[in-house]
């Protein structure tokens, strides 16, 4: 219906101060939309979000596609992901590009697969090819293989982003923008999945997945004792304390601590791996890790190679240094 | 008596991560493998509901869809306590997308297991990790689907599902029949997977056979073909480059902590958020 070609945003606004990667979504069309030539377009659904889509306006949304009902307060899979299908097939965007949230990940395949187009999750990088088409980049494998993903035949070429990726743009107060009130459609079923609570749970002050400095422990921390040395450490760094599965089975530290595939994954600026070997369960989940400080006896341990400084050393002794250098050197 | 369907892959178990660069897609033919551990946990599930039954109250159908060594999951799926074991593998299923691989699930749910009232997935493979095929399958088959389970618990003919999702605490119900995926982080201990005993997987071997699907059985078009039918392709795989400088630093505990705080301390304390002192130690050795 529409001449001009699209770019799509979903707006995932429930926890806005906290979750901020529908504004670097946008940031990322708006370039996305300069090189196609293309309109830049947030979608959003809820219940009196006038504000939201002022707020998407100043932050790099051309166009905003509003459906305000009360009907839409709570964020419902089945009923939101009607909605947005619906909206696409009236609206046909070119691509349509949504947070890896969970409730992202959880809407986006539904509307993919009702549209009956293709989906590339949890992206790292966006581009645009030769032929005008949508690059999609994607970790797999805890981000041992990234790959090259493109939707050649279907529209709208779909895919979640995964949070951090971009950078938001600034506020910009002066930015103009359209804003389209979409009304709830007649055919809307109702929700076959009934929400019974939802509740916003406060903040947790640190979490080891989005922490900006991990410092995890192997065996070769010595012993439950000395793997409490880590937590001292952590002080210090304002880092959280992971760990790998024989210090969690040896009941050094809660289950909650376990990093690896069947763990947590985590993606921190630095990260500190004390005596830990490297076992692919473990290292699948750090690969995300910019900077690797590796400490081990073992010169050889796979942790070691991965690492951008290995030291070769007891692994308590080096934490013991690096505590009383820090005691030192910290400026306050 | 409620028919339980659980999605369970095959995954690699090994480092090495044989693609094939032709196709850009993996060739699970020679990589070592096991079940992902998400599947396994919505295995898991499926079990402690089946006992909390009582006898005969449920059937659990184990199925998987993959290349014929994805064959040993199935039979430790049985030996975990999996009614039946179904193996979907045609050639012609390779390369499938989720948007594929859901709808090759789905022609299974419908055509052969008409009865099923619950289904449950991983939430996210510890392979591909799109955490997109349980979603995708509850649309194949258009019943109603909830992610990320931490606990389920079936009231009548609803399921009622607890869960974590972006910082929220959420209690969700829906009429069965629907798809469940479970909760692949872990966070909850009530789904740690159960393993087989000594012997056990033996005894399933001997037990009964895996019952082996290929396209014709299940009723796939001649001409069908996952690869070119997936909306989505891959043009380029790779492993992100090892750009580290892997330095290694030997000798006395303190110098070598001196070494890092001097040549590294300003990525350390732009992480941490605050000035540290860096001394220069030329010549210090």
């Given amino acids: ?126 581009d645009i090819d030769e032929k005008g088409q949508l690059v999609q980049v994607a970790p797999s494998f805890g981000g041992n293989l990234i790959a090259k993903i493109i939707t050649p035949h279907t529209r709208p070429q779909m895919a979640t982003i995964r949070p951090g990726t971009f950078q938001e743009l600034p506020h910009d107060d ?8 979409i009304p709830l ?126 030291m070769v050393a007891d692994a308590n002794q080096v934490c013991s240094g690096i505590i009383r250098a820090l005691k030192q050197r910290i400026r306050d | 008596m409620l028919h339980i369907i659980v999605c369970i892959k095959q995954v690699p178990m090994v480092s090495e991560l044989p693609w094939d660069p032709k196709t850009g897609t993996l060739k699970r033919e020679t990589a070592q493998g096991m079940m992902d551990p998400s599947a396994r946990r919505a295995l898991e599930a499926a079990l402690q509901i089946k006992a909390g039954m009582g006898r005969n109250q449920a059937h659990i159908t184990a199925v998987s869809m993959g290349p014929p060594m994805a064959k040993e999951i199935l039979y430790e799926a049985k030996a975990l306590g999996a ?10 299923m390779a390369g499938a997308d989720t948007c594929m691989t859901a709808f090759i699930l789905g022609k299974f749910v419908t055509d052969h297991c008409p009865d099923a009232g619950l289904i449950l997935c991983g939430s996210m493979s510890s392979d591909s990790e799109t955490a997109q095929v349980g979603p995708q399958l509850a649309e194949a088959l258009d019943i109603p689907a909830i992610g990320y389970a931490r606990r389920l618990e079936l009231v009548h003919d609803c399921v009622r599902v607890e869960r974590h999702v972006d910082d929220f605490m959420e209690l969700m119900e829906m009429d069965l029949p629907g798809l469940v995926t479970i909760d692949h982080a872990g966070e909850s201990d009530l789904y740690t997977p159960r393993y087989v005993a000594l012997g056990g997987v033996e005894a399933a071997f001997n037990a009964g056979d895996i019952r082996v699907m290929d396209g014709t059985a299940l009723g796939l078009n001649k001409g069908f073909n996952a690869l070119t039918s997936s909306p989505t392709k891959i043009i380029d795989v790779y492993s992100p480059a090892t750009r580290k400088e892997n330095r290694v630093l030997t000798g006395a505990v303190k110098k070598m ?29």
């Fill in chain 1, 1 to 126: 219906m529409s001449e001009e070609k699209q770019i799509w945003v979903w707006a995932d606004y429930r926890n806005y101060f906290q979750s901020r990667v529908t504004l670097q979504i946008l940031a990322r069309a708006s370039v996305l939309a300069e090189k196609t030539n293309a309109t830049v377009c947030a979608v959003v659904f809820g219940d009196k979000v006038d504000a939201y889509a002022k707020e998407y306006i100043a932050h790099g949304a051309q166009k905003v596609y509003v459906t305000d009902n009360p009907f839409l307060k709570t964020y419902n899979v089945s009923s939101y992901a009607f909605l947005l299908s619906a909206l696409v097939r009236q609206f046909q965007p070119e691509t349509l590009l949504i947070g890896a949230t969970r409730f992202g990940q959880e809407i986006a395949p539904r509307v993919a697969k009702q549209l009956d187009t293709g989906l590339t999750a949890d992206c790292i990088d966006l």
């Fill in chain 1, 174 to 181: 002066e930015a103009k923008g359209e804003v389209i009130p």
């Fill in chain 1, 185 to 310: 459609p007649d055919t809307m079923p109702s929700p076959r999945v009934r929400c019974l609570k939802s509740e916003l749970q406060p903040a947790r002050a640190r979490k080891i997945e989005t922490a900006d400095i991990v410092i995890t422990g192997g065996r070769g921390m010595g012993s439950k004792g000395k793997f409490r040395k880590l937590f001292d450490l952590a002080d210090l760094l304002h880092a959280e304390v992971g760990a790998t599965r024989p210090v969690v089975y040896a009941d050094w530290v809660s289950s909650e601590a376990l990093v690896g595939q069947a763990g947590k994954h985590i993606r921190p600026k630095v990260l500190f791996s004390f005596g830990v070997s490297g076992a692919i369960q473990h290292t699948a989940a750090l690969a995300d890790a910019r900077f690797i400080v590796a400490v081990n006896k073992n010169p050889n341990a796979t942790m070691m190679k991965l690492a951008d400084v290995a």
């Fill in chain 2, 83 to 92: 009614d039946q074991g179904v193996l979907l593998t045609d050639p012609r």
């Fill in chain 2, 257 to 285: 902590v001196d070494t890092l705080f001097d040549d590294y301390g300003k990525i350390i304390s732009s992480a941490m958020g605050k000035d540290l002192k860096t001394h220069d130690h030329e010549g210090d050795v």
